[in-house]
């Protein structure tokens, strides 16, 4: 596609259960980020997907949060039994390498997950 | 580790007057410094970055932003500013390993 889509771009979901996010990639781009964004807040950064190096997963916040990607495109962020505090914008984003846009990432337009 | 601050919350500015939204980063190695732009519900937009070369680099609508090697800073600015440019501004700075860290943010208000 021509940019970064992101699915669902709403999700809401009662406390205790497991959601699942979803991420495709600019065709082409090997880096993908996920962040998160709380409320009128900056962005905390979550997981990093470079090629097939093993992901940077250092800023995951527990252990209830992973994310995979399939095939060197396509990523899923996984929460489990989610917490009200979980609640966020989840934005993923790829990096193009080369050419003029190296190193800029490409956001989508994020997910939205309320927990009640 | 590295880390990017933007030391103000909110920049608030008139209509026309001079803006600039402050950086500061730390990183090893070479600094790879990106600003960002969020307007209301909206994903964030890339605006302009430094690689290497000219200290002073151009971006979209009209920003521009200094690189200050000594001060390690990486000030946005605009000479004119407009009303449609306020929204939610982020800086960040890319290691050599590729990974993206990004300060809190600052809100640019501009008043007609």
């Known amino acids: 596609g021509a940019g970064v889509s992101q699915s669902p771009s709403n999700k809401v979901t009662e406390k205790g259960k497991d959601v699942e996010l979803r991420c495709d990639p600019i065709?082409?781009?090997?880096?993908l980020y996920w962040y998160r964004q709380s409320l009128g807040q900056g962005l905390e950064f979550l997981i990093y997907?470079?090629?097939?190096?093993?992901?940077?997963k250092s800023g995951l916040p527990s252990d209830r949060f992973s994310a995979e990607r399939t095939g060197g495109s396509v990523s899923t962020l996984t929460i489990q039994r989610t917490q009200q505090e979980d609640s966020a914008v989840y934005l993923c984003?790829?990096?193009?390498?080369?050419?003029?846009?190296?190193?800029?990432?490409?956001f989508g337009e994020g997910s939205r997950l309320t927990v009640l | 580790a590295q880390s990017v601050a933007q030391p103000e919350d909110q920049v608030n500015v008139a209509e026309g007057n001079p803006l600039t939204v402050k950086c500061t980063y730390s990183?090893?190695?070479?600094?790879?410094l990106f600003w960002y732009v969020q307007y209301p519900n909206r994903g964030l937009q890339f605006l302009l970055k430094?690689?290497?070369?000219?200290?002073l680099v151009k971006g979209s609508y009209g920003f521009e932003a200094e690189f200050n090697k000594s001060q390690t800073s990486f000030h946005l600015k605009k000479p004119s500013a407009l009303v449609s440019d306020s929204a939610l501004y982020f800086c960040?700075?890319?290691?050599?390993?590729?990974?993206?860290?990004f300060g809190d943010g600052t809100t640019l208000t501009v008043k007609p």
């Open positions: 984003a790829s990096i193009s390498t080369g050419g003029a846009s190296a190193g800029e990432l490409f």
């Open positions: 065709s082409g781009h090997t880096a």
């Open positions: 997907f470079q090629g097939n190096s093993a992901p940077d």
């Open positions: 990183v090893s190695g070479n600094p790879y």
């Open positions: 430094y690689i290497t070369g000219d200290n």
């Open positions: 960040a700075v890319r290691d050599w390993a590729g990974k993206s860290t």
